[in-house]
Nanobody
Framework: EAQLVESGGGLVQAGESVRLSCTAS????????ISWFRQAPGKEREGIGC????????NYADSVRDRFTISRDNISNAAYLHMNSLKPEDTAVYYC?????????????????????????WGQGTQVTVSS
């Protein structure tokens, strides 16, 4: 059974850094792009960025481009979201998701259709709360 599990969330202060992990099992991790999303209370889910499986190409939303970095380790079947200079408005539940489409095409898909591609597998989410 395919599974994604996020970890690393918690309560942090503004300006601090956090690294979220997304651990995969039950599918060919290296053949999938990993996307990160977040959803704040009362707001729609927002795509943060993605990383491709084979070539590690990354794309980011403008809102986080200068502060967040996505990486992955295909040997460990894990992806990571490194978040720096956190702000209270970064408070949200963070999700990782897997899709076979290349990250570049996922980004193009979202721009073309005005919404994120469905993605094949999703994690359960991890809460990040940033206090001011």
């Amino acid at each position: 059974e395919a599974q994604l599990v996020e970890s690393g969330g918690g309560l942090v202060q503004a300006g601090e850094s956090v690294r979220l992990s997304c651990t995969a099992s039950g599918f060919n991790f290296g053949g999938y792009s990993i996307s990160w999303f977040r959803q704040a209370p009362g707001k729609e889910r927002e795509g943060i960025g993605c990383i491709s499986g084979g070539d590690g190409v990354t794309n980011y939303a403008d809102s986080v481009r200068d502060r967040f970095t996505i990486s992955r380790d295909n040997i460990s079947n894990a992806a990571y979201l490194h978040m720096n200079s956190l702000k209270p408005e970064d408070t949200a539940v963070y999700y990782c998701a897997a899709d076979q489409m290349h990250c570049g095409l996922l980004t193009l898909w979202a721009k073309t259709f005005g919404k994120e591609r469905r993605h094949d597998y999703w994690g359960q989410g991890t809460q990040v709360t940033v206090s001011s």
